[in-house]
């Protein structure tokens, strides 16, 4: 059973940047069916798509984060990673990884999420 | 890139059906066969209950359906159980430069 597990700090401080790492057992992050993305949730708000990346490196962002956001990927570690520079108080949000199996998201497998609250 | 429109919430007693709807434009929903749809309990991450549209993934009770009509997708719900009081969200492909965007939630609420 595929399992995916975000981890990093939960607390950010504003203008620094905010890391996570999402790792993959259970199966391949290898894999060329696959994509692997991150999304986020501030509190009691909607999904917001931040991004994905396939098994090669080429990566995909929403173009209101796109100038902001870093994800990138190693496969030897089974592990694919967010970076969000210059945060503020409005990226505090649940953040999830997720696997997808085409370029269009369709999440079918995902992390139990992370909060990082973004807060000096 | 705004977000796809969803109705706050719907209800409707158990057994019955509840439609829910997410609407776009022709640059998202109406452009691809690539919607998906998510139900998220409290405190739980999104699980995937449709997607490509109207294809069910393997464990989804036939009881869940997708469709869509020009710019605007719908999820039924048919012989509503209260397992599936939730939050329910779309997302649609938006083309390569946009990529993906979601639905701004539905709580369906079985009274």
């Known amino acids: 059973q595929l399992q995916l597990q975000e981890s990093g700090p939960g607390l950010v401080k504003p203008s620094e940047t905010l890391s996570l790492t999402c790792t993959v057992s259970?199966?391949?992050?290898?894999?060329?069916?696959?994509?692997w993305g991150w999304i986020r949730q501030p509190p009691g708000e909607g999904l917001e798509w931040i991004g994905s990346?396939?098994?090669?490196?080429?990566?995909y962002y929403n173009p209101s984060l796109k100038s902001r956001v870093t994800i990138s990927v190693d496969t030897s570690k089974r592990q694919f990673s967010l970076n969000l520079s210059s945060v503020t108080a409005a990226d505090t949000a649940v953040y999830y990884c997720?696997?997808?199996?085409?370029?269009?998201?369709?999440?079918?497998?995902w992390g139990q999420g992370a909060l990082v609250t973004v807060s000096s | 890139q705004s977000a796809l429109t969803q109705p706050r919430s719907v209800s409707e007693s158990p057994g019955q059906s509840v439609t829910i709807s997410c609407t776009g434009t022709?640059?998202?929903?109406?452009?691809?066969?690539?919607v998906s749809w998510y139900q998220q309990h409290p405190g739980k991450a999104p699980q995937l209950v449709i997607y490509?549209?109207?294809r069910r993934p393997s464990g989804v009770p036939d009881r869940f359906s997708g469709s869509k009509s020009g710019n605007t997708a719908s999820l039924t719900i048919s012989g509503l159980q209260a397992e599936d009081e939730a939050d329910y969200y779309c997302?649609?492909?938006?083309?390569?430069?946009?990529?993906?965007?979601f639905g701004t939630g539905t709580k369906v609420t079985v009274l």
């Open positions: 022709s640059s998202d929903v109406g452009g691809y066969n690539y």
């Open positions: 997302c649609s492909y938006a083309g390569s430069y946009t990529s993906n965007v």
């Open positions: 990346i396939y098994h090669s490196g080429t990566t």
């Open positions: 997720a696997r997808h199996g085409a370029l269009w998201f369709n999440g079918d497998y």
């Open positions: 259970g199966g391949s992050i290898g894999s060329s069916h696959y994509y």
């Open positions: 490509d549209v109207s």
